[in-house]
């Protein structure tokens, strides 16, 4: 478990500051968790440290409950949405949570992201739904997070930001940033006229032909 934590709280810092210097976060808001493989546990960014002097001893490792397992830290004060979401979804072993302008705006007016470029479509495979306003860090958001995400990879919250989810913090990220781009294009394009989204079967088809034929697999 030791060396699992390790090389966890490895690639959380790592991570953390990935975002932040991609413009996805602000100071020290936002979180980054990353689930320890083959055990109940989970690391997490701590509340209220700059990203760009984050060390691996700063991640906290906590239990799939909440519990703080091991660290010095406090753990993100939206500890409980990050388990609440490996605790529903165990084929996601990373989550990313942002406050990136974009989606932050489409946040701020309760509005969904519909799939109106490939990109959203393949990566996250349709519509960005919106999960109902919850105070930050409570347990009522957390569900309504886990509620609104469904079987989904991407939900923004309303009047506060958006999460991401993955297989691997890679994927996480390239969430957040492929939401954020979709978010400033569907307000670009709004100036313009209506966007026009997808038709469902095309976002299917570029969902599939993402999974199965992009990349070097």
């Excluded at 409570?138 to 919250?157: F, I, Y």
């Amino acid at each position: 478990m030791i060396l699992r934590a390790e090389k966890a709280r490895e690639k959380v810092a790592r991570a953390g500051a990935k975002m932040a210097r991609a413009g996805l976060v602000v100071g020290t808001w936002g979180n980054v968790s990353y689930r320890v493989l083959h055990e109940d546990l989970a690391v997490i960014t701590p509340s209220g440290m700059p990203y760009d002097a984050l060390m691996p001893r700063d991640i906290v490792v906590v239990d799939l409950k909440g519990n703080v397992v091991e660290g010095e830290r406090k753990p993100s004060t939206e500890l409980e949405l990050h388990v609440a979401i490996y605790r529903a979804r165990p084929d996601v072993c990373a989550v990313m949570h942002t406050h990136s302008v974009f989606a932050s705006a489409m946040a701020a007016a309760r509005m969904p992201i519909p799939p109106m470029v490939e990109d959203l479509a393949q990566l996250v495979g349709g519509e960005v739904p919106v999960a109902e306003y919850g105070p930050a860090g409570s347990r009522e958001l957390a569900e309504k997070v886990v509620s609104a995400l469904g079987e989904g990879n991407a939900v923004l919250l309303a009047n506060h930001g958006m999460v991401g989810v993955g297989e691997g913090l890679d994927e996480a990220f390239n969430v957040c940033q492929i939401v954020e781009k979709a978010a400033q294009i569907y307000l670009w394009a709004s100036l313009a006229g209506m966007p026009v989204a997808l038709s469902r079967g095309e976002v299917l088809k570029l969902r599939k032909d993402y999974l199965t034929v992009y990349g070097q697999q």
